[in-house]
T-cell receptor, first 110, second 114 residues
Framework: GDSVTQMEGPVTLSEEAFLTINCTYTATGYPSLFWYVQYPGEGLQLLLKATKADDKGSNKGFEATYRKETTSFHLEKGSVQVSDSAVYFCALSVDDKIIFGKGTRLHILP | DAGVIQSPRHEVTEMGQEVTLRCKPISGHNSLFWYRQTMMRGLELLIYFNNNVPIDDSGMPEDRFSAKMPNASFSTLKIQPSEPRDSAVYFC????????????FGPGTRLLVL
């Protein structure tokens, strides 16, 4: 079935470091792809999305490119901040549902 | 604009008791989703509604769990009887069919069953 696999955390980086969180997916059709973020004590919120191959989603300095040939949607940020500490979920859409990965916890040290 | 509202934010109960979680979706949204989040299993979709009608409840763990959506602005998730393994954070999310791929999550209800 359709699924999302993302790198296990936690990921710990120093402030201003470059971030990559890997995500790959399995899908029978052509899903839209998402990154959601969950800050401590809060619900998930949409960070960015891409709806078709080669699209790049971007928001708050984060970006991810929909790569159909490698079935990937890796999240990147050039210079992370302490405020980026959160759990990041890669996800894809199937019919009316969204299938989430298990999440990757990110710690940014000052 | 108010986001998705969930109540209570925290619930502590004893095994065997009935628990009712409540959700008010964003006004105008016509899809509503209930999720459960645990460390072991991550985020699981329990059930979702479209226009107040349950569409897919395959994620509901067992008969102890039930969900209703009597109108477009209110939904409940009930656990009866509750068990310690039901301890988790329960999220409600809503979306609009014109943009069904973007879900808006509530703050969650943290449930502890002793």
């Amino acid at each position: 079935g359709d699924s999302v696999t993302q790198m296990e955390g936690p990921v710990t980086l120093s402030e201003e470091a470059f971030l990559t969180i890997n995500c790959t997916y399995t899908a029978t059709g052509y899903p839209s792809l998402f990154w959601y973020v969950q800050y401590p004590g809060e619900g998930l919120q949409l960070l960015l999305k891409a709806t078709k191959a080669d699209d790049k989603g971007s928001n708050k300095g984060f970006e991810a490119t929909y790569r159909k040939e490698t079935t990937s949607f890796h999240l990147e940020k050039g210079s992370v901040q302490v405020s980026d500490s959160a759990v990041y979920f890669c996800a894809l859409s199937v019919d009316d549902k969204i299938i989430f990965g298990k999440g990757t916890r990110l710690h940014i040290l000052p | 604009d108010a986001g998705v509202i969930q109540s209570p934010r925290h619930e502590v109960t004893e095994m065997g008791q009935e628990v009712t979680l409540r959700c008010k979706p964003i006004s105008g949204h016509n899809s509503l989703f209930w999720y459960r989040q645990t460390m072991m299993r991550g985020l699981e979709l329990l059930i979702y509604f479209n226009n107040n009608v349950p569409i897919d409840d395959s994620g509901m763990p067992e008969d102890r769990f039930s969900a209703k959506m009597p109108n477009a602005s209110f939904s409940t998730l009930k656990i009866q009887p509750s068990e310690p393994r039901d301890s988790a954070v329960y999220f409600c999310a809503s979306s609009f069919s014109g943009n069904k791929e973007t879900q808006y999550f509530g703050p969650g209800t943290r449930l502890l069953v002793l």
